[in-house]
Nanobody, 124 residues
């Protein structure tokens, strides 16, 4: 099992920044990559960004490209999401997830482990 715990959410004004962090523990060696998803009220959960543990290669949703940066610290088993130039439409619960397989994964169903989520609210 892999346990994921997110932190860093909160309330920020439009144009501001927040940094989310996800701490992974347990059988982390069984995972090849990590991702961030988000779910806004009344909407389905959507992909935000993903990163590979081994190479650090990244992939982003078009809606956040150029504003969000995903990074990892292999020694600490943490993955961060730096969010800049935040918009009201970025308001959502943000989830950290771990994927066992190699490759670039953007679907919820590809991810085996999930955190409990952290709320991000951007006021306009």
């Amino acid at each position: 099992q892999v346990q994921l715990v997110e932190s860093g959410g909160g309330l920020v004004q439009a144009g501001g920044s927040l940094r989310l962090s996800c701490a992974a523990s347990g059988r982390t060696f069984s995972t090849a990559g990590m991702g961030w998803f988000r779910q806004a009220p009344g909407k389905e959960r959507e992909f935000v960004a993903t990163i590979r543990w081994s190479t650090g290669s990244t992939y982003y949703a078009d809606s956040v490209k150029g504003r969000f940066t995903i990074s990892r610290d292999n020694a600490k088993n943490t993955v961060d999401l730096q969010m800049n130039s935040l918009k009201a439409e970025d308001t959502a619960v943000y989830y950290c997830a771990a994927v066992p397989g190699l490759g670039v994964f953007v679907r919820e169903s590809d991810y085996a482990y999930w955190g409990q989520g952290t709320q991000v609210t951007v006021s306009s």
